[in-house]
């Protein structure tokens, strides 16, 4: 059971605040679900231009994947710092998107699910962005569906990513399945996430967690089952994916958190070999969420990237 009456956009002003943007009221911006063809569905938040309506489709000129026991709202203060039409993707198993029954969530897997929302809600997309999890499953989008993808940013990910890079990630959704209260769940995120403020934390909680009819507080992704489907994620081999970042053919970003351990030299060495042209960016003082962390230089460094020149062979 949900709690009751809670409006997942009333705290936009809050992130707003928190990053000093100007607020002139509430955004555009609306949840859409898109049916998949097993009857499962794909949740999303679709943006509009700042001060416009919420776009049909075909406008949105971004797609944004989050990570790993995330979702959707963990883009609001790059979407409000950008001002353009985006759609910011639930990913399976996350969020108000459905779970799969056999509990996998490998990139290959997701990316098909994710095609189906873009050509729905984004069909003409100027770039896909993803973080982590979602950052893998851009790269198997473009693999896939090459012409969904017109620019590529992976933000703090490699197919190099494993298990012990992300350790203390894999600990963290690892942990109790259930809280007595949501302080009790707060205390625990602040913990781990101690460079980031109690209000934000407690915004990303607000949306990534449910209250149960007796009281207790789950996570709203399908990792929280005791984090074995992310240990599961995290034991894969990405190996494979480095082929299809060789086939890469659109421009690519490559966003680094500068305390991050999951992106390592040998990462960023395989990655410029097997793409030379690609741009390389650090955010200093961000950790593996760079959106979370350090949300405005997270936009600016997108914003530059959708104006630099460069092919977009998807148009061809």
Same mark, same amino acid.
């Given at each position: ?68 026991? /995330? ?153 929280? /089952? ?48 097997? /793409? ?14 760079? /959106? ?25």
């Amino acid at each position: 059971m949900t709690r009751s009456g809670f409006d997942e956009f009333s705290l936009l002003s809050e992130n707003a605040e928190e990053a000093g943007l100007a607020w002139h009221g509430s955004p555009p911006v609306e949840r859409r679900a898109v049916e998949l063809p097993d009857g499962r569905e794909i949740s999303a938040l679709v943006w509009g231009r700042a001060g416009g309506p919420v776009p049909a489709p075909a406008a949105a000129e971004l797609v944004l994947l989050h990570g790993g026991a /995330q979702n959707a709202h963990t883009w609001d203060t790059v979407a409000l710092a950008l001002g353009r039409p985006l759609v910011a993707i639930d990913l399976p198993g996350h969020g108000r998107s459905s779970w799969r029954e056999d509990g996998r969530y490998g990139p290959g897997l997701l990316a098909e699910d994710v095609a189906v929302a873009v050509r729905t809600l984004a069909p003409a997309a100027r770039a896909v962005v993803g973080m982590s999890l979602g950052g893998l499953t851009s790269l198997a989008l473009a693999a896939r569906h090459p012409g969904l993808v017109r620019r590529l940013a992976l933000v703090d990910v490699t197919p190099g990513v494993n298990a012990e890079k992300s350790a203390a990630i894999i600990a963290f959704v690892a942990g109790p399945e259930s809280f007595a209260s949501f302080d009790e769940m707060l205390d625990r995120t602040v913990a781990h996430n101690p460079g980031r403020s109690v209000a934000s934390l407690r915004r990303g909680l607000l949306h990534n967690a449910v209250a149960l009819e007796d009281g207790r507080w789950v996570w709203r992704h399908h990792f929280g /089952q005791g984090g074995e489907g992310l240990q599961r994620v995290g034991a894969v081999d990405f190996a494979a994916l480095w082929d299809d970042l060789s086939a890469v053919r659109v421009p690519l970003l490559l966003v680094r958190g500068g305390s991050s351990p999951v992106v390592d030299e040998e990462d960023l060495a395989e990655l410029l070999r097997r /793409q030379p042209r690609a741009r390389v960016e650090v955010v200093p003082g961000a950790g593996h969420s760079v /959106q979370g962390d350090k949300p405005l230089e997270l936009a600016a460094l997108l914003e530059g990237f959708l104006s630099a020149d460069g092919p977009t062979p998807a148009d061809a």
